[in-house]
């Protein structure tokens, strides 16, 4: 519907590291055998990318698969796209044992970027975020600040998060006040 | 504040980003059980000074529960293991011999 | 008087003043200057008052060891007490008080207690004010608690903000001494990730002062040359005005960094506290100076010879014309000579040993300084400031030799290498009698995660005190470190930088002066400047049987003050061994905590300070809520409102309005919050059977049904409507509080213990939003918007249909918790306010009011529905809340149904669910307990049940409440009697539960 709005409506704080709220994403949790065909076959066809090994995601604008556990995928899919992503799952899988929900409306995305926009990652989390161990692909699920996020660089630098909707305000407000203390000056990439 | 390998994501992990779950391979006792063998299901835990055997739920990363073997006097971990075991598999319990060849192997002792 | 001398300075800019205040005087000082420095260059030696006697005391040290020199320092949000001035650098408009004093500094009051010091001993307060006992609460406490405390508690709100950071390192170094660059270098060769860390503002450390050589150069130009290498490599982090605070478990590690406080106000955080991982860790801490133990050694004028040459090398400063040097060994010869090279006058140089016959007494000698061999200060004579010392033999009693008049004295007792970070994590001490001090023993060192060794002392802090040693001590180290952390490269040992300095003789101990110094001179020999702790009180805390060095510790409050004891700990020790006649490494140490000094509280909350502080949840309705008066009421982390108050209403009024509104027309309630759980498998009903005390498995397709979790020990832990919405799909609301802990209590029978059942659970709380649609017009409104069938044939009570409604692709729920009827509509969250402000247009005509959690509550109570947290309390099993009916007996197990067999939990003498009506109409006071006969064994009033629930009803227009009584559903009709704190004890009578629409006929409809 178009009266359809993401958490925070696009919001963004401008700077030397800029942080913006992606707007409407279409997010699809899906859980199965990652050992089935089928399987695969549908969340690449859906997104478009190969199927992600432990710990990565391939993603591409809109589009792409999080490797979120060992049985959990998130296909991510233009907003619009969600509902025939479902039916499409649904006839690819009978009879499997799965389970897909859509969760694009429980999560918002939050991109980062800019010089030191790893920085203002390492501010909030406690995960390895050098250079040597995290690249464009890596996936890491973690905390921000003391909520859930999962997050991947880009190839231009940029680091998309995702987190529940309801700290979205929280999670946004935290990125810009990390993004406006300043570079740290610890990595050097 | 101790760092742990999560055994399905492949990383390890501060413990910040873990909730701790207690101690591991407990059997459960339901209806039918003596009052005595559900006492001890309930409320019985080890406290042992030395080598243990606890779960851990990678809560801010995978949602998976996993075992760890760790000696609770110096923190040293033997390691990580599937939580879908009913005892710690024989690399943990060889990892463990190794560095504490006094241990006398109970999973539960 | 101290003052700042024409040459020197090596850190000070004498073209760039500075202006400061200190207790309101406006004071010049240099850029480069700290406090310390800068006070002393304009003759102000007295910095503060000691804690017990206010005696008045002026800076001992020149570094984070300083127990005397703190100040209140800023204004305002900036205020902060307790700030070394020693460790304070110097800015432009700084504003520093001196603490401790009434009504000034230079005349204060309480210093009667010095006068008094004979009355005041070790354990004075314990004895004195024990007796009577009522004394205590009402005379002594609040007397003491007037004159107790250092600086001021700060007034404002923290006006800065702070940081942390997280960072992952292979070795990291703590300390930028010579010993830390030598690691690093080592290290960095290796292209491990390395970062150094320096608590100061400067590289070097004491090496910069004492310039030894280094390959060949001053020690000054080969670290300016060893920084620039470090900063030209990219695996290498140089960090200054970074201290290490505290080494943790499995390498974690506290970094304090200042990154603005150093200028004053200004934009950016002040501090970021650095949360560190690393695979190794190197101390590179150095050394503090031991003061000695003589008679006035507290006098102002009386410093570490370490610190009047610091002040003298780094900022051209001397703290007096005349300084007489007092040691036990080599090391402090190089005040005097630098003193005598500055033109100052050295009348002597007291040296306890019998003989002092290298290098630097040789050097000193050749410069004309008179050395007195086997002598020691029998006490120091002045008031604010140093005037004479007298001299006496170290060997005797303190029979005065001679008097020399001086205005400074350098004292040094030999060196203690900073342990503490080795400490933290489990490092153990040895004691390296030749050098008296404790050292990191290398075979006891702290252990990792893998039971490795993680932590190498090096340097002085590893009790090394020569240059060469130092340099190839730490550059071995710090191979070592990069390779056990797994470095890519090996690294040559043959490129350690090498060095020299003067030989230095063996130091003879000294831990009394003179060794046979009377009780006089021992109650005026100083052990712990901060908190006024001197020899006397060790001894008398060893004779009164307080012998763990831990108790003595404690009965004095020897190193308890905010310096932790850097100055006093081993001294203090070595005074209890000879009372307890054991050798000192027998009596031990007292344990090393982080942090290493004290950090700010600020520092550790970080940005989480403010709206940050924590995570507040949102529903896509809260911004209308906020917009239309919500008063809020946290629920977990989200934000519900309580009431929406309208112009000129309380919150009792609105909430009134509410709930009259929805019972006789239409109400709204954002119930967004509460949590979905889908359930999806072919075991998927299996396992909800043992997850619900009720039969999941049965309930048809379409419809819904009220469950109850309990945990294994039988209590009521959550409750919720299920609904099935497919052959192997089922949707479970939890409480709003509830969603997480029951998505991970069910992950964690799935993962744990029926890992062969095939089921998947989701968490879709956030994706719906969900709104309840309520009352007489609920139907009506529904209708309204147009499209599903909402109707009583179509959409019966407890059935749930998917469909649209004005155009939204909604799920409606007929499912009622206010006996109204009533829908909840479930939309996507991003549509949810959308559609709220269609209901809310729509029924308009009907007089729509969005109700609060309060109305919720209250409509629940009028029809006797539980609440989990106010009916449960994790004691309560659904039992005792009359739910029988919900507890299936077709089911052979379910968490939760082995407990309940239990002969407790099956006690028909268990307090269970009644209503209770005040007898007066008035509303019960929540929590009151129902008094029975008798006392208990602690002599308490008996009781024989509580109010769980209470509220006034606005519907029948009285008090309401439900509570757990002993035996309550048999004795209907009786009157309690229940505890009012504010008054007189209320009776109420037990009713049943259901106060409103037994029948119930309204929701029905």
């Known amino acids: 519907m178009s009266n359809a709005v993401s958490a925070l409506n696009g919001l963004t704080a401008a700077g030397d590291v800029t942080v913006k709220e992606a707007g409407l994403r279409g997010m699809i949790t899906l859980r199965g055998d990652f050992s089935s065909r089928k399987f695969k076959n549908i969340c690449t066809e859906l997104s478009g990318m190969g199927f992600p090994e432990q710990g990565k995601a391939n993603c591409d604008g809109d589009r792409g698969l999080c490797w979120m556990s060992p049985d959990e995928i998130l296909l991510l899919v233009a907003h619009d796209d969600v509902a025939e992503s479902l039916t499409k799952i649904e006839k690819a899988l009978k009879g499997q044992h799965y389970l897909a929900a859509n969760v694009s409306d429980a999560r918002a995305q939050i991109s980062v970027s800019g010089p030191f926009a790893r920085e203002v990652i390492a501010k909030l989390a406690p995960a390895d975020l050098h250079p040597d161990h995290f690249q464009p692909g890596d996936f890491r699920r973690t905390r921000l600040g003391q909520v859930a996020a999962a997050f991947w660089l880009t190839e231009t630098g940029a680091i998309e998060i995702i987190c529940f909707r309801s700290v979205a305000d929280y999670t946004f407000r935290l990125l810009a006040a990390s993004a406006k203390a300043g570079p740290v000056g610890y990595f050097t990439v | 504040m101790l760092v742990l390998h999560c055994p399905y994501c492949g990383v390890d992990v501060d413990e910040t980003d873990l909730h701790g779950g207690g101690e591991a391979h407990l059997t459960r006792h339901g209806p039918g059980s003596s009052d005595d063998e559900f006492h001890d299901y309930l409320f019985q835990r080890a ?63 | 008087m101290s003052t700042r001398l024409e040459n020197m300075g090596r850190l000070v800019d004498r073209n760039q003043a500075v202006t400061f205040l200190f207790n309101g005087k406006t004071l010049q000082g240099l850029a480069g200057d700290t406090i310390a420095s800068a006070l002393l260059a304009n003759d102000q030696l007295l910095v503060g008052r000691s804690f017990k006697y206010h005696r008045p005391r002026g800076v001992v040290a020149s570094g984070a060891e300083e127990p005397n020199g703190l100040v209140n320092l800023g204004q305002d949000g900036h205020f902060e007490p307790n700030q070394r001035v020693t460790t304070t650098e110097l800015y432009d408009g700084l504003q520093a008080t001196s603490q401790n004093h009434w009504p000034t500094l230079e005349f204060d009051v309480g210093a009667i207690n010095t006068y008094l010091a004979r009355f005041l ?60 660059l030598s690691s690093a270098l080592a290290a960095a060769q290796t292209g491990a990730r390395v970062m150094l860390m320096e608590q100061t503002a400067h590289w070097g450390g004491r090496a910069a002062v004492d310039a030894p050589q280094i390959e060949g150069m001053s020690a000054e130009a080969w670290i300016a040359q060893t920084v620039e290498a470090l900063e030209a490599m990219p695996n290498v982090s140089l960090r200054l005005r970074t201290m290490g605070a505290g080494v943790y478990d499995h390498g974690y590690v506290l970094g304090y960094e200042k990154l603005t406080e150093h200028l004053g ?44 040459r610091d002040y003298a090398v780094n900022y051209g400063v001397s703290i007096g014309d ?99 970070l080795w400490s933290h994590c489990g490092g153990k001490l040895i004691w390296d009698e030749a050098q008296a001090m404790f050292r990191p023993d290398p075979e006891q060192a702290p252990k990792g995660d893998q039971g490795q060794d993680f932590v190498t002392a090096v340097g002085t802090a590893n009790g090394n005190l020569f240059t060469a040693e130092v340099l190839g001590d730490a550059f071995a180290a710090g191979l070592s470190a990069a390779q056990s952390a797994g470095a890519p490269k090996k690294g040559r040992a043959a490129n350690a930088p090498q060095g020299n300095d003067a030989e230095e003789a063996a130091l003879s101990p000294a831990w009394l002066m003179p060794q046979g110094a009377s009780y006089e001179l021992r109650a005026k020999a100083w052990l712990d400047f901060q908190n006024d702790v001197k020899v006397s009180d060790v001894q008398l805390a060893a004779q009164e049987g307080f012998e763990s060095v831990e108790h003595a510790k404690r009965y004095t409050t020897l190193g308890m003050a905010t310096d932790q004891g850097k100055l006093s700990n081993i001294n203090g020790l070595a005074v209890l061994s000879k009372s307890l006649n054991s050798d000192i490494p027998d009596v031990g140490t007292t344990t090393f905590r982080p942090p290493y000094t004290p950090i700010s509280m600020s520092s550790i909350a970080g940005v989480a300070q403010n709206d940050l502080f924590q995570p507040i949840q949102w ?25 929406y108050l309208r112009d000129g209403e309380t919150v009792h009024e609105a909430v009134n309005r509410e709930v009259v509104n929805t019972r006789e027309s239409l109400g709204l309630l954002d119930a967004s919050t509460l949590g979905k759980l889908v359930v999806k498998g072919p075991d998927a009903g299996k396992f909800l059977d043992m997850m619900y005390t009720n039969m999941m498995s049965t309930l048809p397709i379409g419809k819904c049904r009220y469950g109850l979790m309990c945990t294994e020990n039988g209590f ?138 309060e109305a919720l509550h209250i409509m629940r109570a009028e029809k006797g529905f539980i609440m989990i947290g106010d009916e449960t309390d994790g004691t309560v099993i659904p039992q005792d809340l009359n739910l029988q009916w919900a507890l299936s007996k077709k089911k052979t197990d379910y968490l939760g149904k082995r407990a309940q067999e239990r002969s407790h939990m099956a006690d028909p003498n268990r307090w269970k669910l009644v209503g209770l009506e005040t007898l007066d109409g008035s509303v019960l006071p929540d929590g009151a307990y129902a008094i029975a006969d008798g006392d208990n064994d602690n002599a308490q009033r008996n009781t024989q049940g509580r109010v769980t629930s209470t509220y006034y009803s606005p519907t029948l227009n009285k008090g309401i409440a439900m509570g757990l009584v002993h035996r309550g559903p048999e004795r209907m009709g009786e009157v309690l009697t229940f505890t009012n704190v504010d008054g007189e004890p209320i009776k109420a009578k037990i009713v049943d539960q259901v106060f409103y629409d037994k029948e119930g006929a309204k929701q029905n409809v």
């Open chain 2, 47 to 109: 406290n042992p000074k030395g080598v243990h055997f606890e779960r851990w739920r990678h809560v801010y990363g995978c949602g998976k529960y996993f075992h760890a073997a760790r000696c609770t006097m110096t923190l040293e971990v033997f390691g990580t293991y599937s939580a879908q075991t009913l005892e710690p598999p024989q690399e943990i319990k060889d990892a463990i011999m190794a560095k504490r060849p006094d241990w006398t192997g109970g999973a539960k002792s």
């Open chain 3, 121 to 180: 001993p070790a354990g004075f307060y314990y004895k004195m004010f024990i007796h009577p006992r009522p004394f205590w609460k009402y005379v002594y406490e609040p007397i003491i608690r007037k004159s107790a405390g250092l600086g001021k508690a700060p007034k404002d709100r923290d006006a800065d903000t702070y940081e942390h950071f997280h960072a992952h390192i292979d070795v990291l170094i703590i300390g930028g001494g010579i010993a830390g």
């Open chain 3, 265 to 308: 106000v200004s934009d950016g955080p002040r501090q970021r506290l650095w949360r560190i991982r690393a695979k190794q860790i190197i101390t590179a801490t150095g050394a503090i100076e031991r003061p000695l133990s003589f008679a006035g050694n507290d006098i102002p004028g009386v410093l570490l010879a370490s610190a009047v």
């Open chain 3, 322 to 420: 005349r300084t007489v040097v007092v040691a036990n060994n080599d090391d402090a010869y190089r005040t005097a000579i630098t003193l005598c090279e500055a033109g100052l006058n050295v009348p002597a140089i007291i040296d306890v040993r019998p003989t002092s016959e290298g290098e630097l007494p040789q050097q000193a000698r050749d410069l004309g300084i008179r050395v007195l061999s086997g002598k020691g200060i029998a006490k120091v004579k002045g008031g604010k400031r140093v005037t004479s010392v007298v001299v006496c033999a170290q060997a005797g009693e303190g029979a005065a030799l001679e008097e020399i008049a001086c205005d400074c004295v350098a004292m040094s007792g030999g060196w203690s290498p900073v342990v503490h």
């Open chain 3, 619 to 643: 529903t896509p309705m809260s911004e209308w809520h906020s917009e239309n008066g919500a008063d809020y009421e946290p629920v977990g982390h989200w934000r519900r409102p309580y009431a």
């Open chain 3, 716 to 853: 009521l832990s959550d409750d919720g409507v299920v609904a099935r919405i497919g052959e192997q799909e089922w949707l479970c609301h939890t409480t709003t509080g509830g969603a997480g802990r029951i998505h991970e209590w069910m992950e964690d029978w799935l993962q744990c213990e029926w890992w062969d059942w095939k089921v998947y659970v989701a968490n879709v709380t956030e994706q719906l939003a969900q709104v309840a649609v309520v009352g007489p017009n609920a139907r009506k409104l529904l209708e309204k918007l147009g499209g599903m069938d909402v109707s009583k044939e179509a959409l019966p009570f407890m059935q749930w249909a998917d469909g649209t409604l004005g155009g939204f692709d909604a799920r409606a729920y007929r499912i009622s918790f206010s006996g109204e009827l009533s829908y909840e509509i479930a939309v996507p969250a991003s549509q949810g306010r959308a559609f709220w402000d269609a209901l809310l247009a729509a029924g308009e005509e009907f007089g729509v009011m969005p109700y609060g959690t």
